[in-house]
């Protein structure tokens, strides 16, 4: 089974870091393949980047057409999830949804823990309709820049959200590129599960493509037939037009 | 005041409609403009053709700063709002979101009536933090070319399903670029109120730039700073970066 | 146009304040009138106040019936607001209604701000159904008395919780009749944009005159027909009558 | 113990029917009152009647302080409920509010059953925050008169509703001044308990009475303290005045 | 009117306790027995134990079928209140159920306090369906062997805790056995009412053994019939075969 | 890796077609384990017989702990899912958990069909928090017998329903056990996918065993310890203990 980690932004090393995440986290059958986009925002920060990005992740998704079994998003905004399930003759898998999901089958409750702006994961678990679920969205205020000057100060930082968050919460779930990996440090000194999207993306997308599951053949999730199109590339615009 | 009718997908004549309302509603010391953005899909129909033309949109207002005091987003899918109202440094009103927040001040509950699926149009609501002013949304299950091919059948039905909402709603909004104009056209036989998105668009546009508040200086409102991208136009990449 | 700026307390001072402030936002063509009930409590501070208050309203708008083209409730709870809005032949905005519709234009969510009990605010936006777009509602818990004294204090106060606010909100509704105009005086030294009810009300006002649309035919918001009653003043029991 | 069926219409002759039913249900020990405002609509059909009507209660409820120990709202709209339960030294009981919260314990979910508009008890059982409680609330469409002048016809109607009702809902509220006793004739006929909101409130009271809890020192229920009016009757004058 | 007290867990104890609480709210006609379970977890602090305790639960109650006029469930969780009031041929009342449908006839908002896990109570409240009406369930965080070891700390960190509740909310249910009685102990002291379930509960058991109302014939609340089962006590076995 | 497929009522039959499909869904190097109740109801189809149930499965997993690596809950009702979340050292699905969650990877909405009362399942979605991604749940109002005696007119009917869910939803859940396996016989006649809570309840055991995470050591969801008991069985009494 192939599984496409697709990156939203056009940073190589963010798809690189995530496909190495994905790689520990397969099935001894399972090949992961990584996509970067031809175009679009570095590091999606802002809604307007996010928004830009769904462009440059679908070019990317429909050249990859036929070369994979199952596609997971690797960003943590989920960018243009609900698109590209609807594009893909595959399933596709959001890495934050499938923390979510996963988060869901540990307890009542679960958290998000992210670095910066917490409100677009607060829509984003809205979006995905799992408020009720979701005890709180916290951000600890510091940048990625900060992760990687310096981890240990980082680390102690998101512990101590972690303890608090797990006051309400039974499991946190671990959303933003730069925390990929961050599970596997902090789990043992966490008194809940941590949850990390890339493996949890993988798990489900591996279920998925084992349950071999039909696409719609009707309805907003029935692939594009007909639609035409100017100034696209040539497989986005084929995938538009189906046929 | 000027104020720009932006298309989100490429067909020049729904523009050109567009913004032939608009002028309707404008008032005397209003200019509006129109603008079609120069690649995607040509009409959007569905979510793949949602999400791509966000990047068209978004492009196309990158190449009107300065220009217009307001944009009024000419797509009944309110397509990309959040990145522009957030992009640009001006008031952005989205057509659809503009009828229903008018909406909110005649009843207490409103409608919304569209040609095909409802279910995108519920979830937009629900975005827009509505769903309990809106007593259902509906379709009528016929194609804009049925429209345009009979339109004495279409109003028929149109009037039907709006006698039908009217028990429960207390006033409708008219969803579909394909729809334009016809709450004038109707709305001497309804019973309720009909509500055009350019209408209301416009006029909620002219109210901000009269009440001239500034744009947030912090938070996921506040212009992109020093975002980095590749491939991007040159007038979408400077706002990106800023300065 | 003519604007009635109806207050629902039975103090001639506030409705001054308010008509002044509507003239500030008030375009070139309308002319702004106020309206002070004739009987009813002298300022509005509890449920018990509000819903005597709402008779005294109703009285003075029955009174201005074919005077005006649009009514803005001057009171900040949004007293007898579906009632006014039944009842009246014409558009009927209220005050707070108007501050959260525009706010919904600015950003995915929006705080309110008051002096003092913030649950009767949380019930009214709850009312307007806008709580999923309403990150908080929080008083400063001092009286109108105290920022009449110290108005330096209180903008102090203000700012501080406009800063707290901030973090969450895109936005931020002042709420209380004594508020009126401190957006101007804050608004340079806040990150966000705030929003004054009067102001947000005429502009609002003024779009629906523009838009003309109907009143319902039927349904909870049609004019009452027929309906009798006993020891009312003359213009309002015509009202409940029709005809 | 006194308790007082406060009618918010000046029908008389509904007051007489609803102390009447509320004797039926009283206790051995319980004395029932009947009151009816001096001014207001003749019967409570519309939004602005309901909003008027909450004065002449208000006034009704202060000229019986000290005189009764409970207070029943009898109209089915819980007409001025929160205003008058912060005003009364006693507590207040709405009768819908009271059938409602009697279904909560028959079953997971309530439906509510009314003549004409469904619409007000919708967002009356969403004020009381029952909402999720509420399977539906639906009218049979039949007119008060028409109820009066072919009850067989109307207890077929509502049979009808009942069944179908039953389908989702655990038990029926009867919701409406003249279905009043309704519950009684049509109970051995029904699959599910029938509520009629005078008994309930009845039941309620004496229950609060006996409880004898203590009123809110603090808060919006604290009642009323140097509020200042004019134009009121003496007794609601002193009441706001407290002291 | 006999009215059983059945306690969920296995502690005679607590039993009592309850028990006594109940004489003390009872009227003079009511008669309160009391039943604990004859296997299951001696007190119940895990949704383990909870699940383990509902068979316990309705084992003693199929025991009292035919000597008891209505039931009130003495456990905080309100274990198994659907199956028991599906179950008896009487009503079922659960005593924080009770106490909240209580709170609600008091103010616009509750509070519940309780010592330890307020996750438990957030969802037994959102079972309920109450949420909206609930503002906050907090847990001071001591054992309920500290509450006995220092009655005098316990009853401040609950005032303090009562005097931070009363800020938006208008009444306090306490939950938990250990606080049977703290209301009348707490009261002159606090802001708001006090809540205890068990007073409530007998309360609102006398309320519907006055209303007499049918239990469902159809539906998920109507009696079991024909149910086959192994292994379990001769009632409990012949109450699921009904007949 | 051993995942238990654990009935809840005492139906050994329900069982063993609950294995067959399981090991249908498994992975090469998965077993499949089947585990019975000893006492209990036949067929859990009422609220009681579900509360009961709960009390055996939990005796049931008990004995099974240190032989399995997952347990997978075999009834549609997932009785007990927390309790046995929180007991169990490993991780515990729900079989309607899993297929709802899963259906939310598939499209933005998903309904449920079952044979009966549909209430039931409203319930559990709600419980799930899930109730935003549901569009509707509906039973064909058919007995398990009637579906054994005409497996035809049964499909015909399912069919039926499943066009008409697919006009809202993008997915359908098929929940109860006589309709294991159903998905396979439908799904090429569906235009949507249809879900299998036994194969989903699998492939997210499977998952979840891979992702290997820890339990948590804290709040509702750690084990109990230290927890007293009385006529439990010892497999039982000794987890409740712990240590």
Redesign the interface.
């Known amino acids: 089974m192939r599984i496409l980690i697709a990156n939203a932004n056009?940073t190589e090393a963010v798809t690189e870091v995530c496909v190495a995440a994905a790689r520990q986290?397969a099935?001894p059958g399972t090949t992961i393949l990584g996509a970067t986009p031809?175009?679009?925002?570095?590091?999606i920060?802002?809604?307007?980047?996010?928004?830009?990005a769904?462009?440059?992740l679908?070019d990317t998704l429909a050249g990859h057409i036929g070369q994979v079994e199952a596609v997971v998003l690797a960003v943590s905004h989920d960018t243009?999830l609900?698109?590209?399930?609807?594009?893909m003759p595959c399933?596709v898998?959001g890495m934050t949804?499938a923390a979510c999901?996963?988060a869901?089958?540990?307890?009542?409750?679960f958290a998000v823990l992210t670095l910066g702006?917490?409100?677009?994961y607060e829509?984003l678990v809205?979006?995905?309709?799992?408020?009720?679920?979701c005890s709180e969205v916290t951000g600890i205020g510091i940048t990625p820049q900060e992760v990687l000057r310096d981890p240990a100060e980082a680390q102690a930082r998101l512990l101590e959200a972690i303890g608090r968050l797990?006051?309400?919460a039974?499991?946190v779930v671990l959303a933003g590129a730069v925390l990929a990996g961050m599970d596997r440090v902090l789990?043992s000194r966490a008194?809940?599960?941590?949850?990390d999207g890339i493996?949890?993306g993988v798990?489900?997308a591996?279920?998925?493509v084992?349950?071999n599951?039909?696409?719609?053949?009707?309805?907003?999730?029935a692939p594009?037939q007909g639609?035409?199109?100017?100034?696209?590339s040539a497989p986005?615009a084929a995938?538009?037009k189906g046929g």
Do not use: W, Y
């Open positions: 056009t986290a099935a031809a175009f679009g925002p570095r590091v920060a802002t809604r307007t980047e996010n928004a830009i769904a462009h440059g679908l243009a609900d698109a590209a399930r609807q594009m399933p898998i949804e999901l996963t869901c089958t540990l307890g009542s409750r702006d917490a409100g677009a829509e809205a979006h995905h309709g799992l408020t009720a679920r797990a006051v309400r039974h499991s789990q008194e809940v599960p941590l949850l493996a949890c798990k489900l591996e279920a998925m084992a349950l599951l039909p696409k719609p053949r009707t309805g907003p999730f594009p639609r035409e199109s100017i100034g696209l986005l995938l538009l």
